[in-house]
């Protein structure tokens, strides 16, 4: 409601004008006597926030016409309305005085009431009004500001679109981004947007035009910045005013030359390292097959020679001839495990539903001599889910996963090992736990890489690739392998393989 602040001497005329005000519905503001003392006049009125003045000069006009002129100093107070109330009709020098004085308009308290609050009342609801609109502007100019702000500050390229597909506005962002080049991508701010060439419509275009949401539609064109071309990711949004009518799009986009790049590069990367891998993998595979023979017949006659001669030769000839045997041996294992892994990453599998413990038990029987020397215990329960896997490859993972248990043992305590399984919705997760002498947190990924070991030659046997196999393995069937261990307490290899389809039975033994 509008405020009107009264302020008359004590009298009649006062009480006649905030009466006839309070019947048209309003609630003038009546202050006690003293309160507009000149001296605080200002600061008074200022507090009170009137939208009107009305000023009364019941017995002197000249002291009306100087409170209007004392207002008029006042900062805020000098575009209040004010409003001179007059006892009698005003002569044309009297309302000449009144206005000069800074006052809005001039009311003769002669003529009838209702006309007087009329006017009084009207003034007041025109101010309160502009008290109003000026409230909702400065919402409205502070909301733009942020808005700006935001439109501003986002890393992304943005452009507002008209509804007939030119640019009205762009942010520093998208000027960067676009440079000189702005026409050729479509977004220039002074030209319409073009259809760049590749066919697809522009994403402007569908947005702004058609009404279309857009996501992710690539545009190359010549970079303002290289010269080069450049790839632009774009988002368009159409928007649409308070009766659904085309208002035009919010259009967001990303310079997204340099990741797109990278990609093929790594992609280009990948496929070198894949060729050269393939290159390598087939050198080592036809090295390897072809020193087996030379490195069979080396132990052969190492052994032979020893067999018929070492009671006759010297100590020192025969130990020499021991040392080739072994090492003999030893490169023929190395060669062997290297052939596997080679062969592993390319052999056809064969698969068929299988319970998990039937290759975990024919494991174990090719490791019978090493749990009868270690004195191991493993258990392997029957009944294990079915998985969709190659038996023999199978059979080599668990050789390596069991045969590592038993090998990697304390020697102080007694070599427990356990295989279990469960399924897993569409897997079947696999565990081979040991309580042998586990491995430290920042080996858990490097072991399976080749040549991997975490114990020298001369503390335990091994060539370092079992589990690089058993990876393969894994891979092989689309699986998941990983190792969760504490040194001195022992680890758990986890195993993720496809379970076989529901309905589908382990083929029987
Ligand atoms: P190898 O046994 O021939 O050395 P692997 O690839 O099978 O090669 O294993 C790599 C390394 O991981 C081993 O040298 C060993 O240090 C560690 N390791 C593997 N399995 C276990 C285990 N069950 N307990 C402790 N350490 C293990």
Known sequence: MARILILMDHGVDRVKVVTALREAGQSPIDPAPGWDAPSRLVQAVERATPDVLVIGCETDLEAACSRCELLMEGDTTRYLPTLVAIPHHPSEAEAIRVFAAGARDLVSLSDPMSLVSARIDNMARLNYLRRTFRKHHDALTARNEELDRIFETVTAGLAL??????????????????????????????????????????????????????????????????????????????????????????????????????????????????????????????????????LWTIRRYAAMILEDRGETMGEEARHFLERIEVNAARLGDLVEDLVRVVKVGKMELFLEPIGVDRPAREALRNLDAAVRQSGARVDVPSGLPTVLADPDRLVDLFENLIGNAIKYRRPESPCEVTVSAVTEGENVHVQVQDNGLGIPEDQFERIFGLFQRLHTRDQIEGSGLGLAIVQRVVERHGGRIWVVSSLGEGSTFHVLLPAAPAGETAVPA
């Open 161 to 294: 679109v008209d509804e007939r597909g030119r640019v009205v506005r762009m942010n520093a962002r998208g000027r960067e981004i676009l440079g000189a080049q702005a026409g050729r991508f479509g977004l220039d701010e002074h030209a319409p947007a073009t259809t760049p060439t590749g066919g697809r419509e522009h994403p402007i275009h569908r947005a702004a035009l058609r009404g279309e949401s857009v996501r992710g539609q690539r545009i190359e064109f010549a970079g303002a910045r290289t010269g080069g071309e450049r790839v632009l990711v774009v988002d368009a949004e159409p928007l649409f005013g308070e009766y659904g009518q085309r208002l035009g799009a919010l259009v967001v986009f990303r310079d997204e030359t340099d990741s797109i790049r990278m990609q093929e590069t790594l992609r280009c990367k990948a496929q070198e390292l894949a060729l050269r891998t393939e290159e390598m993998e087939a050198f080592v595979y036809t090295a390897s097959h072809d020193m087996k023979s030379p």
